[in-house]
């Protein structure tokens, strides 16, 4: 809740200094067919994928304003670009995401804060550790990079994002997915 969440960065700047980056990385999935959903999983979703990242980016805009710089990156996926099977939770939590990154660009970018949103493709996570092999050998043999990414390829555009060479870029998504939705 807001209040948790106001705490910890609360905490974390009592200790560390003023906030100048945010990079919003929690995320879960609790994927069943629509009609299978129950409201419970579509609504934890929606909590730690969607409003964590607002409750986060909120709980830092104050302390980026005064400093007039502060990049948040958020994260998105490809499912939220494009939609999935069995994902309407999650692809619904991450298409919010993409909006929620435009809106913060809007609202803050005239305080020099930037926001802007990676959407990974298909990434070897615990999370993507239960994916069928025949669905990772399929994006093996459909993706140009002839892979599923890994986090030591997600890593670089976080740090770009999150640097002040990528000051005049903000309300943006970058894919990182091997080239699978091209």
Known sequence: ?????????????????????????AVIAR???MMRLKDEDWDAVLNVNLKGSYLCANAVTRT????????IV????????????????YAASKA???????AIAKELGSRGITCNAIAPGFIETDMTSDLPAEFKAHVEKTAPAGRLGTSQDIAP???FL???????ITGQTLTVDGGLFL
């Open 1 to 25: 809740n807001a209040e948790q969440v106001e705490g910890l960065f609360a905490n974390i700047g009592d200790q560390c200094g003023p906030h100048s980056v945010l990079i919003n990385n």
């Open 31 to 33: 994927d069943n067919l």
């Open 64 to 71: 980026m304003m005064k400093a007039r710089y502060g990049p």
């Open 74 to 89: 958020n994260m998105s996926s490809v499912v939220g670009l494009h939609g999935a099977a069995g994902q309407a939770n």
């Open 96 to 102: 919010g995401v993409v909006g929620l990154t435009k």
């Open 157 to 159: 555009a976080v740090l």
């Open 162 to 168: 999150a640097s002040r060479e990528a000051s005049y």
